[in-house]
């Protein structure tokens, strides 16, 4: 497992110093989730993803690098609002707040996967949280995390539909921005427009896993599955469709 250490850090915001976490990158084992959520022994790290400072709440991959204006935008009630939410784990309000900072910039599509990595620490909380309960004895306890999931869910398509419109890419393949975005609304029950985007990026013409991850996702859709599912089911369930076998009486090229 790859060693924590921390580095002092200077916020840009405040000009306050605070010792943050960094962790040297660990070799993964499993699936991916369709949304690119990393297996649990490559998210053990997700608390050293983004920064926040103890003095102002800045967060953001770098408090020393944030985008031009975050001060106004972490002085705001909204912003301040989201950092103490008691609706969301601390770290997910971390991951919005970096949203916000992000989405003031007009940076929308590193705005939506904050959101997207918001989502993902509620997922953890109500993992945990279903097989151990409120071990803890809080009031974390009663917290709806997988409500809090979906609404990281929601504001991220709306931040990446933004980003989309402006031109700002998020997936390096194409139908992968279409899969990811997909994948987003299927797990918060808007499967007719998830079944929109997956013909979307059908129609850009994807190749090999991104194709079958479209694919995937529409057999999802159709049958209203919200459940979290993995690249690696994706391809298993490839391999085990019925394969059509060639017409009698013409070779491969079709001629009789």
Same mark, same amino acid.
Request: charged fraction near 25%.
């Given at each position: 497992?790859? @060693?924590?250490?921390?580095k002092?850090?200077?916020?840009?915001?405040?000009?306050?110093t !605070?010792?943050?976490?960094?962790?040297?990158?660990?070799?993964?084992?499993? !699936?991916?989730?369709?949304?690119? =959520?990393?297996?649990?022994?490559?998210? +053990?790290?997700?608390?050293?993803?983004?920064?926040?400072?103890?003095?102002c709440?800045?967060?953001?991959?770098?408090? /020393? @690098?944030?985008?031009?204006?975050?001060?106004?935008? %972490?002085?705001?009630?909204?912003?301040?609002?989201?950092?103490?939410?008691?609706? +969301?784990? @601390? &770290?997910?309000?971390?991951?919005l707040?970096? !949203?916000?900072? *992000? *989405?003031q910039?007009?940076? +929308?599509?590193n705005?939506?996967?904050?959101?997207?990595?918001?989502?993902?620490?509620?997922?953890d909380a109500?993992?945990f949280? =279903? &097989?151990?309960?409120?071990?803890s004895?809080?009031?974390?306890?009663?917290?709806?995390?997988?409500?809090a999931?979906t609404?990281? =869910?929601?504001?991220? %398509?709306? #931040?990446?539909?933004?980003?989309r419109?402006?031109?700002?890419?998020?997936?390096?393949?194409?139908?992968?921005?279409?899969? &990811?975005?997909?994948?987003?609304?299927?797990?918060? /029950? =808007?499967?007719? !427009?998830?079944?929109?985007?997956?013909?979307?990026?059908?129609d850009?013409?994807?190749?090999?896993?991104?194709?079958?991850?479209?694919?995937? *996702?529409?057999? #999802?859709? *159709?049958?209203?599955?919200?459940?979290?599912?993995?690249?690696?089911?994706?391809?298993k369930?490839?391999?085990?469709?019925?394969?059509?076998?060639?017409p009698?009486?013409?070779?491969?090229?079709?001629?009789?």
């Amino acid at each position: 497992m790859p @060693k924590t250490t921390e580095k002092q850090k200077k916020c840009a915001v405040c000009g306050g110093t !605070s010792a943050q976490p960094s962790v040297r990158a660990g070799k993964r084992h499993g !699936s991916p989730d369709l949304d690119t =959520r990393p297996p649990a022994n490559a998210r +053990f790290d997700i608390d050293t993803w983004v920064q926040r400072c103890p003095s102002c709440g800045l967060c953001f991959p770098d408090i /020393a @690098k944030p985008p031009s204006g975050a001060i106004g935008i %972490v002085q705001s009630d909204a912003y301040q609002e989201q950092l103490q939410s008691e609706g +969301f784990p @601390k &770290l997910a309000n971390s991951f919005l707040c970096w !949203s916000l900072v *992000e *989405e003031q910039a007009g940076n +929308f599509a590193n705005a939506g996967w904050a959101c997207i990595h918001a989502a993902w620490v509620c997922d953890d909380a109500a993992d945990f949280s =279903r &097989l151990y309960g409120n071990v803890s004895g809080s009031k974390m306890g009663t917290r709806d995390e997988t409500a809090a999931a979906t609404l990281c =869910r929601a504001k991220a %398509v709306k #931040l990446l539909k933004r980003a989309r419109d402006l031109g700002q890419g998020f997936g390096a393949q194409a139908g992968s921005e279409e899969a &990811l975005m997909a994948d987003l609304l299927r797990r918060i /029950a =808007r499967f007719e !427009s998830a079944l929109k985007m997956v013909q979307f990026g059908i129609d850009a013409g994807p190749r090999g896993v991104v194709d079958t991850v479209l694919r995937f *996702e529409k057999e #999802l859709a *159709e049958k209203r599955d919200t459940d979290v599912h993995t690249i690696s089911g994706a391809l298993k369930w490839k391999n085990e469709l019925p394969q059509t076998p060639e017409p009698k009486g013409k070779d491969v090229t079709g001629q009789a």
